[in-house]
Nanobody, 125 residues
Framework: VQLVESGGGSVQAGGSLRLSCAAS????????MGWFRQAPGKEREGVAT????????VYADSVKGRFTISQGNAKNTVYLQMNSLKPEDTARYYC????????????????????WGPGTQVTVS
């Protein structure tokens, strides 16, 4: 399974971006998909995840109220709408997917995801 992200770019503080992620295998339906980010010199952190079957979502405290994760009509696509962007949101954003059920506490842990995209850069100035 390959994941491909798109939609990154450069934006001024307060602006918006929408990231997209699609899995290459049309028959692949993951248990959950999520967005993670990594800034230079920092560890990769979970941003938002969505349970593909039930639609429940989890967000990092730093993005609550500003970011929204959603799934597309195809159950192997997800989006991340990012509003009110801040310079501290600058990072490379990665899409991830996994087919194994997870507890609430594991949903934002990067080591719980098997499939990863190459990432897309988001720069907020």
């Amino acid at each position: 399974v390959q994941l491909v992200e798109s939609g990154g770019g450069s934006v001024q503080a307060g602006g918006s971006l929408r990231l997209s992620c699609a899995a290459s295998a049309y028959t692949y339906t993951p248990y959950c998909m999520g967005w993670f980010r990594q800034a230079p010199g920092k560890e990769r952190e979970g941003v938002a995840t969505i349970n593909i079957g039930g639609g429940s979502t989890v967000y990092a405290d730093s993005v609550k109220g500003r970011f929204t994760i959603s799934q597309g009509n195809a159950k192997n696509t997800v989006y991340l709408q990012m509003n009110s962007l801040k310079p501290e949101d600058t990072a490379r954003y990665y899409c991830a997917a996994d087919s194994r059920p997870k507890s609430y506490y594991d949903l934002l842990l990067s080591n719980q995801y098997m499939y990863w995209g190459p990432g897309t850069q988001v720069t907020v100035s």
